[in-house]
Nanobody, 121 residues
Framework: QVQLVESGGGRVQPGGSLRLSCAAS????????MGWYRQAPGKQRDLVAT???????NYADSVKGRFTISRDNAKNTLYLQMNSLKTEDTAVYYC???????????????WGQGTQVTVSS
């Protein structure tokens, strides 16, 4: 089994920055690609960014140029640096992992519990 634990969420003013972390433990050999999703109240859970073990990244259009996904394989940790935050970025952010080289919503096998990000003045 795999456990994904997010941290780093909180409240920030528009234009501010936050860095989310996701620590993986357990049977981590079963994880290949990882990513971040988010879910705002009353909305579906949407892809934010994904990263392969080789470092290939993919971003939702709404966060391109503002968010950066990275991973430290030695520390079994995934990161999401979020800059120039907007009120519409407010959501619960979830860490995700899957067994294939690329991560899609259908291939997510492991989810974290989520961390709240609130962007408000």
């Amino acid at each position: 089994q795999v456990q994904l634990v997010e941290s780093g969420g909180g409240r920030v003013q528009p234009g501010g920055s936050l860095r989310l972390s996701c620590a993986a433990s357990g049977s981590i050999f079963s994880i290949n690609a990882m990513g971040w999703y988010r879910q705002a109240p009353g909305k579906q859970r949407d892809l934010v960014a994904t990263i392969t073990t080789g470092g290939d990244t993919n971003y939702a259009d709404s966060v391109k140029g503002r968010f950066t996904i990275s991973r430290d394989n030695a520390k079994n940790t995934l990161y999401l640096q979020m800059n120039s935050l907007k009120t519409e970025d407010t959501a619960v952010y979830y860490c995700a992992g899957g067994p294939f080289y690329y991560l899609t919503t259908a291939s997510v096998k492991y989810w974290g519990q989520g961390t709240q990000v609130t962007v408000s003045s």
